[in-house]
């Protein structure tokens, strides 16, 4: 590939970086003008479905038929279950220690691959294991070195659904050899969003409350189009540009993107034990993407 193809790959994998990192606490925002937390995410995967597909059929980037594969429906329910439990623990805990604690999933991949494919785990690797569980530790304390009882369930909810997108990540290497990233990343889109009708359904025939206020619905569109569907293309076309490892290690720009956001426009602060694990955590993340094992969320729309 030519320097200049290459050079647009990387842009295009930072402008998705930092687009991802926007949703963390643009959905804690938005959080606070919606009846409903599961509505919300329906509403902007609905966007993000529509969007998305138009676009790649118009490419003709994607082919109807990867929709029969059991496979991709197992990745949507993992998609879907780890947005849930994002959405939910972010009514619970910060913006800023969900997108440490959601993206670590790096070396949950790096261990589930161990188990599950035999691969290797480099000594940089099991180190990047061992400070990223030490980070996340941290990372749950307050100034008192005690779990916070406020956020403890919210942080426990959003670190689940890191594990859930590290399965979902393990799926998805099964199909790389048959599908491209765009391919893959628009059928998890769609299927993510037909398996969250489910619980959409069940709160809609139960009288859950669906009102949404007037800056409720642009943060679902800017979650939708922004977030969702453009990022997810930028990221799949750059990833034709650069190894998923490159992929991987400029992809934690998203973190401190969430970081600096939840910073300064929501007023977050974290404790000092919080602090070090933020920084252990973001070490880890790089410890072991950088090292090529566990690649990044391959369909990941934050």
Avoid at 211 to 232: D, F, Q
């Amino acid at each position: 590939m030519a320097a200049r193809e290459r050079g647009n790959a990387i842009w295009l994998t930072v402008v998705a970086s930092l687009l991802w990192g926007t949703s963390f606490p643009g959905t804690k925002w938005g959080l606070g003008f919606v009846g409903n937390d599961v509505f919300f995410l329906w509403l902007r995967f609905l966007i993000g479905t529509l969007v998305t597909l138009s676009v790649v059929l118009y490419l003709r980037k994607v082919s109807l038929s990867i929709f029969r594969s059991p496979v991709i429906w197992m990745i949507g329910a993992f998609n879907a279950a780890g947005f849930i439990m994002q959405y939910v623990g972010l009514t619970i805990t910060t913006a800023s220690k969900t997108s440490l604690l959601v993206d670590i999933n790096v070396v949950g991949v790096a261990i589930i691959s161990y188990f599950v494919f035999r691969e290797r785990l480099g000594r940089l690797q099991v180190a990047g294991i061992a400070v990223g569980c030490l980070g996340i530790l941290l990372l749950t304390l307050n100034d008192e070195l005690v779990f916070d009882p406020e956020q403890l369930l919210g942080d426990v909810i959003v670190f689940m659904a890191g594990w859930s997108w590290a399965f979902f990540i393990i799926l998805n290497k099964k199909l790389l050899d048959r599908h491209t990233g765009i391919e893959l990343s628009s059928a998890a889109i769609v299927t993510c969003m037909v398996w969250l009708t489910v619980p959409t359904g069940y709160l809609f025939f139960t009288g859950a409350d669906f009102s949404v206020e007037a800056p409720g619905w642009a943060a679902i569109l800017y979650l939708g189009l922004a977030c969702t569907s453009a990022a997810t293309l930028f990221w799949a076309l750059g990833l034709e540009g650069v190894s998923a490892t490159a992929s991987a290690t400029i992809m934690l720009i998203e973190v401190l993107t969430a970081l600096a956001l939840s910073f300064t426009l929501l007023g977050e602060t974290l404790s000092s034990a919080a602090a070090v694990g933020a920084v252990m955590v973001l070490a880890a993340i790089y410890m072991v993407a950088a090292t090529g094992t566990g690649e990044r969320e391959e369909l990941k729309s934050a």
